[in-house]
């Protein structure tokens, strides 16, 4: 019982520990390729909410600087 | 496995190198960067698209450069809201700045601005070690059997080639000259 409890919980782990190691390598190609883009174009995507956020991702390469990825939260100060 | 395993390890470094050649570098350009992607675009292509109240996908181009040419349009509401933008305080760690924004105006922000290359460092880092250990493993083991050490409890086996005697764990074969076995790294 302890020994097919442990080699659940192994299990478990090793899922988590893929599933999570696959999110980063995703996260890292798009990183990748979202930073190839933003050296010829600035862009961003913006998300608005109905409690007056609004979420702003942001890349450009404002300048002639090394892009970088902003987030952004702005909300109504008296909605 | 192996070679999903050897194209996990290259797809991973390859942002490394590059951060290594040349994005990485940049390190002394963010002693004030909030101030820099305040100003506003001046001319995008967006599309809106409703997302509980509306996901907006705006590419803005270098009006000489720019692929859209006469498709572009002026954004006019993210303009009216980086107007209001000031800073009114900032955290600053390495390359990561953090802010809050809005004194005067009737809108509060805050933002996080990240290098490209730090968000690569951190997205590479984990299947860049998963990669790596069956590699570091292996050379574990090798290492163990060329001192004659067990492989489990690392237990000197020079008395005792055989078996272990701490852990039981059965010695290397004779018959192999090196005595390490061909595995998923092939045989040095």
């Known amino acids: 019982m302890r020994q097919a409890r442990l080699r659940h919980y192994q299990d478990m782990k090793r899922r988590l520990l893929n599933l999570a190691t696959g999110l980063s390598l995703l996260l890292c190609v798009t990183a990748l390729g979202l930073w190839v883009r933003a050296r010829y174009a600035a862009y961003y995507v913006g998300f608005s909410f109905p409690q ?16 970088e990825l902003v987030l952004r939260g702005t909300r109504e100060a008296n909605p | 496995m192996t070679r999903v395993r050897r194209l996990i390890l290259l797809v991973s470094l390859v942002p490394l190198v590059l951060v290594l050649a040349g994005g990485g570098l940049s390190l002394v350009e963010h002693d004030v960067p909030l ?15 409703p997302f509980h109240g509306n996901l907006e996908i705006a590419v803005v181009t270098n009006p000489a450069v720019g692929p859209f040419g ?21 955290v600053y760690a390495g390359p990561v700045a953090l802010s809050g924004f809005g004194v005067t105006g009737p809108r509060r922000a805050f933002v996080v601005l ?4 730090l968000l690569l460092l951190i ?66």
């Open chain 2, 70 to 90: 006469s498709v572009v349009e002026r954004d006019t509401g993210y303009i009216r809201l980086t107007k209001q933008w000031q800073p009114i305080a900032g």
């Open chain 2, 35 to 49: 101030i820099r992607y305040a100003m506003p675009p001046r001319r995008c292509f967006s599309v809106s698209i």
């Open chain 2, 114 to 117: 990240l290098p490209f290359w």
């Open chain 2, 123 to 188: 997205a590479a880092s984990l299947p860049t070690a998963v990669a790596w250990a069956p590699i570091r493993q292996r050379r574990r083991l090798k290492k163990l059997r060329q001192f004659r050490r067990c492989t489990v409890c690392s237990y000197d086996l020079r008395a005792t080639p055989g078996r272990c005697p701490e852990c039981g764990t059965a010695g290397p074969d004779p018959a192999d000259a090196n005595g390490v076995p061909d595995g998923l790294w092939g045989s040095s």
């Open chain 1, 52 to 67: 007056g956020w609004l979420w702003q991702v942001s890349a450009g390469s404002a300048g002639g600087r090394t892009p």
